[in-house]
T-cell receptor, first 116, second 112 residues
Framework: GAVVSQHPSWVICKSGTSVKIECRSL??????MFWYRQFPKQSLMLMAT?????????EQGVEKDKFLINHASLTLSTLTVTSAHPEDSSFYIC????????????FGQGTRLTVV | AQSVSQHNHHVILSEAASLELGCNYS??????LFWYVQYPGQHLQLLLK??????LVKGIKGFEAEFIKSKFSFNLRKPSVQWSDTAEYFC??????????FGKGTRLHILP
């Protein structure tokens, strides 16, 4: 199957700093990528839909100025957590759909963010 | 709003037992339904999917799921589980706005 690579796998940062997470589709092009957040023992919550070449669409309750999403190419989307706080500590997962390839989504391995 | 409900949060079974994990969704239109699995330390992987046609869908590793439209359900089954099936299982639906909505997941432990 198609491969989605997420980097880094884990990161620890100080409160007030910003962290960038990358999501790459390695062997296919993805017009649309999705960013999820998963709290312990809870489901994946969709944060935003990232569209190549245009602004991301954020879900209700997600601060667009705090979670900056950039989808500059068909194989790369980035999520930047700005001015991170301990409550932003979570597991972030991206997924991508192949352009013209139907509705199956392929997932990255996730990034565990810890803000201290 | 669309939602997905998984009834079992944590299931413990012995090897060779039969498995059924419940999934219900709330959406009245055409849906695409999925079951994903996440083995410890690994990515989410697609187990099976339903788009249309035969409501009994067969997936990888001996899993199957049945779409029952009248019950808004898409339960996952396996007749005989193995220790290697220990994982977390997520039911998901794609609804009208093309977003993937996940259930809360079911953590499955298989005792050897």
């Amino acid at each position: 199957g198609a491969v989605v690579s997420q980097h880094p796998s884990w990161v620890i940062c100080k409160s007030g700093t910003s962290v960038k997470i990358e999501c790459r589709s390695l062997d296919f092009q993805a017009t649309t990528m999705f960013w999820y957040r998963q709290f312990p023992k809870q489901s994946l919550m969709l944060m935003a839909t990232s569209n190549e070449g245009s602004k991301a669409t954020y879900e209700q309750g997600v601060e667009k100025d705090k979670f900056l999403i950039n989808h500059a190419s068909l194989t790369l989307s980035t999520l930047t957590v700005t001015s991170a706080h301990p409550e932003d500590s979570s597991f972030y997962i991206c997924s991508a759909r192949e352009t013209g390839g139907g509705t199956e989504a392929f997932f990255g391995q996730g990034t565990r963010l810890t803000v201290v | 709003a669309q939602s997905v409900s998984q009834h079992n949060h944590h299931v413990i079974l012995s090897e060779a037992a039969s498995l059924e994990l419940g999934c219900n969704y709330s959406y009245g239109g055409t849906v695409n339904l999925f079951w994903y699995v996440q083995y410890p330390g690994q990515h989410l992987q697609l187990l099976l999917k339903y788009f249309s046609g035969d409501p009994l869908v067969k997936g990888i590793k001996g899993f199957e799921a049945e779409f029952i439209k009248s019950k808004f359900s898409f339960n996952l089954r396996k007749p005989s589980v193995q220790w290697s099936d220990t994982a977390e299982y997520f039911c998901a639906v794609i609804a009208r706005d093309d977003k993937i909505i996940f259930g809360k997941g079911t953590r499955l432990h298989i005792l050897p």
